[in-house]
């Protein structure tokens, strides 16, 4: 009774988590990336037509976009479609597996935890390095110091993301739920 109670807690707030998470990264990854096509355009309307452009336009263009996938990678992750082989998970399903895919989803998702988390833990020193030395984009204009932090959240959010779905796909593998369940089209093996 316990243990139930226990594990509907942390199901509650790994939600919780997960749809704090989706609901802010998502959006801003969402308007980052509008407001980086938006600017592109400017830019290839004032290249083409009147002849100007920014120095740091493509530079910023870059940074954005990559700063807005880094956003968004954790919500792939939430949405268990960042890292996507469903063929041979549904072929050992179908072919009666269903251990093999169940522990297949435990030691992935545990894999890309531990990734992420070293990324994410190698990425201080980057950035550390990065303001020392005053690093910045190929235009001058840019430090390059915030666009490694960005990724460092996106990893270290992908990271908690990873272990929270950890701790629940060993929670439906003790419970049995392998042997029902149906692989989808999104799961992250």
């Keep these: 009774m316990i243990r139930i109670f226990i594990m509907d807690s942390f199901y509650n707030i790994s939600h919780k988590i997960q749809d704090l998470i989706t609901s802010i990264l998502g959006r801003c990854s969402a308007i980052l990336m509008i407001a980086v096509t938006l600017f592109a355009l400017a830019e290839i309307i004032r290249r083409y037509i009147f002849g100007v452009v920014f120095e740091w336009g493509q530079d910023a263009v870059i940074y954005m976009m990559v700063s807005s996938v880094a956003f968004y990678i954790c919500v792939t992750q939430i949405n268990r479609s960042h890292l996507?082989?469903?063929?041979?998970?549904?072929?050992?399903?179908?072919?009666?597996?269903?251990?093999?895919?169940?522990?297949?989803?435990?030691?992935?998702?545990?894999?890309?935890?531990?990734?992420?988390?070293?990324?994410?833990?190698?990425?201080?020193?980057?950035?550390?390095?990065?303001?020392?030395?005053?690093?910045?984009?190929?235009?001058?204009?840019?430090?390059?110091?915030?666009?490694?932090?960005?990724?460092?959240?996106?990893?270290?959010?992908?990271?908690?993301?990873?272990?929270?779905?950890?701790?629940?796909?060993?929670?439906?593998y003790i419970k049995g739920d392998h042997f029902t369940a149906t692989v989808e089209a999104a799961t992250d093996v």
């Design 84 to 172: 996507v082989m469903t063929a041979v998970l549904q072929l050992l399903n179908a072919k009666g597996f269903h251990r093999t895919v169940g522990f297949c989803k435990i030691f992935i998702s545990m894999f890309v935890s531990v990734f992420t988390g070293s990324l994410t833990y190698t990425a201080y020193s980057t950035i550390e390095y990065s303001i020392q030395i005053g690093e910045r984009t190929e235009s001058l204009f840019f430090y390059m110091w915030p666009f490694y932090f960005i990724l460092a959240i996106g990893m270290g959010l992908m990271s908690l993301v990873a272990f929270l779905q950890f701790i629940e796909d060993v929670h439906s």
